[in-house]
């Protein structure tokens, strides 16, 4: 190995800073992301299996036939260099966990204080080329700015309950005689749920008591917590209330979207579908006082592209992943305001196109539920039925997420719908701010307005795509439990279906052609989508009618 060769970074505040902070020994932990091979054949293995019109549809693959494709070549350089230096490592086929005192990774890293007191280290030329990059972990998150819009319950207004949905998107379907599995997704060390108030909700949504098993906890959660997280408690609430008959898992991490995915990937028998109610700005995934630290001068993109690498590893295995579009409209909370150069910008995890991404809608004129047979709709002014429009700021307060990805390119069953959508679309923004040939989402949308949830201080409502997100999660998972039922796969990545299902079932979803998402949570703004008729970038394919969807899926 020879030292005088080096590759050299000055990095901001990050991990590497504290290393001349903390004590000598304490224990710190990074993970190296190796150079995966064959990226394209694990994406074709993925198209050919999610394509419902394909004879190895549904034909999911083992982690070790995955592994297999993508396996790093030789790289004893680098695990040299670790031995030499003492790191301690797990090898995890195309990443390594590692470990070492504070002292262990400044001879590791050949840290030095440069300018500034800013970081400098190191990396020998014979081990750079084995290295995708190397993310840090850190103790501290600013999960607020991820968070739902919790609001207080004003007395006789009407709510959004298991029953509404029931209802509204005709929630209707056989008993399964097997189950599969199903679970919420929190990060960024929440604070878990309340599981007595899960029960009450259960039950006043006239089901019986459901609890998660004690081996289904992935990751910290108290559910005694008498100071439960909101987002914990509106997804765990709504997918169980929605589905209250698949395996129930919860998954919670300390950091974000790669550890997580690179999680599930690595266990026995993971849940089939995940709910993720979190996203970001996908030109700000490396910010560092908000996420985990990405180092060796890592971008925004890489990271994405990596993790959505992660992502199509959990499809090959049946997995399918949904998440919440965002509340701040297609400027994005990164753009509150409506100013500056990046006047549009699209949210990860929702861009990814192996990601189902939920949109959020509201019932304007209302109609309550007439006959309710749940004491929560007894109690309450349930929602069941209106005119639904996407939220905005002008209609929720808050405007759903939709866009245009600028990291991944448009998948081949969303051409094209998306052609459609921009050859009759009139009023897109000009050309500079948006990506004409990336990945659009959301994919479908669905209430997201006034959702009844309960807590230790008693019933409250709240806002966003946080609830749409579980919601729709809970819906797959039903079409998951009819499958395995019969014999069958479950969905694992779900949008090629959902895009082929729309050309020859026309009732399958509800089109809306009014509505627009240039506005965020706190302004209206000069530039977003617009509505049109079929796909477009604020509902997606529109908002689902189940029973058909089950029906066409029963056929499969």
Not at 90 to 107: A, F, R, V
């Amino acid at each position: 190995m020879n030292l005088l060769s080096l590759f050299t970074f000055l990095l901001p505040g990050n991990i590497w800073d504290t290393l001349y902070i903390n004590p000598p020994n304490r224990i710190m932990r990074f993970n190296i992301l190796l150079q995966q091979q064959n990226i394209d054949i694990l994406e074709q293995e993925l198209i050919k299996r999610t394509n419902p019109y394909s004879e190895h549809y549904g034909q999911w693959l083992t982690t070790d036939k995955i592994e297999h494709i993508i396996t790093p070549l030789n790289y004893d350089p680098l695990i040299n260099w670790l031995n030499k230096n003492n790191i301690v490592y797990i090898n995890n086929t195309d990443n390594l966990e590692c470990s070492g005192t504070k002292n262990q990774i400044n001879g590791l890293f050949n840290t030095s204080l440069g300018q500034n007191k800013k970081t400098i280290y190191h990396l020998p030329d014979d081990v750079k080329p084995h290295i995708d990059m190397i993310l840090g972990y850190r103790n501290h998150y600013q999960r607020d700015i991820l968070k739902p819009r919790a609001k207080n319950t004003i007395a006789g207004q009407m709510i959004i309950s298991p029953e509404s949905i029931h209802a509204l998107y005709n929630v209707t379907y056989a008993t399964p005689s097997k189950y599969s599995s199903q679970s919420v997704v929190e990060f960024l060390n929440d604070q878990c749920y309340n599981n007595d108030d899960l029960q009450v909700f259960l039950n006043d949504s006239n089901y019986p008591n459901n609890t998660v098993p004690h081996n289904h906890f992935w990751g910290k959660c108290d559910p005694a917590t008498q100071d439960p997280d909101i987002e914990a408690t509106l997804d765990i609430q709504y997918q169980t209330g929605i589905n209250n008959n698949s395996l129930l898992y919860y998954v919670s991490v300390s950091d974000w979207l790669y550890q997580f995915s690179n999680f599930i990937f690595k266990s026995k028998n993971p849940p089939k579908v995940l709910s993720m109610s979190y996203g970001w700005a996908e030109w700000d995934q490396c910010d560092s006082a908000v996420f985990p630290t990405c180092l060796l001068n890592v971008s925004a993109q890489e990271y994405s592209q990596r993790t959505n690498i992660e992502f199509m590893k959990l499809g090959l295995r049946g997995i399918t992943l949904v998440a919440s579009s965002g509340d701040a409209g297609a400027p994005g909370r990164t753009n509150e305001g409506c100013n500056g150069d990046n006047a549009l910008n699209p949210a990860f995890p929702a861009s990814s196109p192996w990601v189902l991404a939920v949109g959020g809608t509201i019932f304007m004129n209302a109609t309550e539920i007439k006959n309710p047979k749940t004491p929560m709709c007894e109690k309450n002014s349930c929602i069941g039925g209106g005119v639904e429009l996407n939220c905005n700021i002008d209609r929720c307060g808050w405007t759903s997420g939709g866009g245009f990805s600028n990291f991944f390119n448009r998948p081949p069953w969303q051409d094209n719908a998306s052609t459609h959508f921009l050859n009759i679309s009139t009023d897109l923004p000009p050309n500079k701010l948006y990506n004409k040939n990336g990945r659009i989402y959301p994919d479908v949308s669905l209430v997201s307005h006034n959702y009844l949830i309960n807590t230790p201080q008693g019933y409250s409502t709240v806002d966003g795509t946080s609830a749409s997100a579980p919601s729709v999660s809970a819906m797959i998972s039903i079409l998951n439990n009819m499958r395995v039922s019969k014999g069958k796969s479950t969905l694992g990545p779900v949008a090629p279906l959902l895009y082929n299902m729309v050309n020859s079932c026309d009732d399958c979803f509800k089109d809306i052609e009014i509505g627009s998402n240039n506005s965020t949570e706190e302004a209206d703004c000069e530039w977003g989508y617009h509505a049109t008729k079929g796909f477009d970038a604020v509902y997606g394919l529109g908002v689902p009618n189940f029973r058909e969807i089950y029906n066409y899926v029963d056929n499969l």
